[in-house]
């Protein structure tokens, strides 16, 4: 071949080579032999966006918990991951009120497609600093489950329900107490009742007390669009109410006053919910980060005060503690069994 014909060739050779190693994507970067890659770790050039669904990610209302040495930090709520199925909680904003309280949840139950969660939690009011309400107390302690099925790679379900527990106590009108069941329950006590009760409602020293059982039930359902964007339904019923309540004077005897007797009528109360039906719904919206989680939806209630149906309605929480990605990029692979 004569050098000057040969020139173009080589020229030409020399242009499209590294043209051609342009046009081939490179092959994903692999762990060593021996070795794999950490669950929830991204490919190079991999958004995180496109990573396979995570459906526990919402843990209120669920069976799920936000795992140990987690902190996720919410408007309503903050919870700390003791275990890895075991969480405590607090409502910071109570405790700003005077409302000290505390919860528990633990996953009791694991297995690939249904978990089963129990949880317990008590909240103390302090009404005689409250409300001026002599020697008034009052203790609400809510105990229930839920159950948290995975019928779908898309979809998630859970139903569960709550018994909340109430005590109260005080030197007060058992019109304002059963003025205060009403106002935490949507339920009116019966007037027969009130007047019996009130018979004895002449002197500053009434007694009057109450132990009452708020039943309620809760359906949700999550629809996961994307490892991100989701649509999450909530439902909450309230189903029964039961209890006694106890009005009457309080008499102290004895040198020193050690030995107090209440005197007075007191009642037994079962009043099913279904002619007063009363229920909390929402519909929202929620983009679920790496850290950050946010709900925003409209809150649907029937029956009973919108300001309660708002935490399901409207969640924000930022989650500390160590990540999926930031443990793989710390530690490429770990050792395979």
């Known amino acids: 071949m004569r050098p000057h014909a040969a020139a173009p060739t080589l020229a030409l050779a020399l242009w499209t080579a590294p043209v051609r190693a342009q046009d081939t994507p490179p092959a994903p970067s692999q762990p060593p032999a021996g070795w794999e890659r950490v669950e929830g770790a991204r490919a190079p050039g991999q958004r995180w966006i496109d990573l396979p669904i995570q459906p526990k990610v919402r843990t209120d209302g669920t069976a799920w918990t936000v795992g140990k040495g987690h902190v996720r930090l919410g408007l309503f709520k903050q919870t700390w991951g003791v275990l890895d199925n075991a969480d405590l909680s607090t409502n910071a904003a109570l405790w700003i009120l005077g409302l000290p309280n505390a919860s528990t949840e633990i996953t009791a139950i694991r297995t690939r497609y249904l978990d089963l969660g129990l949880r317990a939690g008590a909240t103390w009011l302090d009404l005689e600093r409250l409300s001026d309400i002599p020697q008034g107390k009052a203790t609400l302690v809510p105990v229930g489950f839920t159950a948290s099925a995975l019928p779908g790679k898309r979809v998630s379900l859970h139903l569960g329900g709550t018994w909340n527990i109430l005590d109260a106590s005080g030197e007060y009108t058992t019109e304002q107490l059963a003025q205060g069941i ?7 006590l019966d007037p027969a009742l009130l007047d019996v009760l009130q018979d004895i409602d002449d002197s500053s020293d009434i007694y009057a007390g109450a132990h009452v059982v708020l039943t309620q039930s809760h359906l949700d359902a999550d629809v996961h669009i994307n490892r991100r964007d989701s649509l999450v339904l909530r439902t909450t019923t309230f189903l029964l109410l039961t209890g006694s309540i106890q009005g009457g004077y309080r008499t102290e005897s004895g040198d020193d006053n050690s030995v107090t007797a209440e005197i007075g009528p007191s009642a037994r109360l079962t009043v099913p919910l279904q002619d007063q039906l009363s229920v909390l719904s929402s519909i929202s919206y929620q983009a679920s980060f790496q850290r950050l989680q946010v709900r925003v939806g409209l ?16 969640s924000l929480s930022w989650t500390l ?6 443990r793989a990029a710390t530690s490429l692979a770990t050792a395979a069994p």
């Open 321 to 326: 503690g160590p990540m999926p990605d930031e």
């Open 182 to 188: 009403a106002t935490a329950t949507g339920v009116s």
């Open 299 to 314: 809150p649907l209630v029937e029956g009973g005060l919108w300001i309660a149906a708002l935490p399901q309605a409207f």
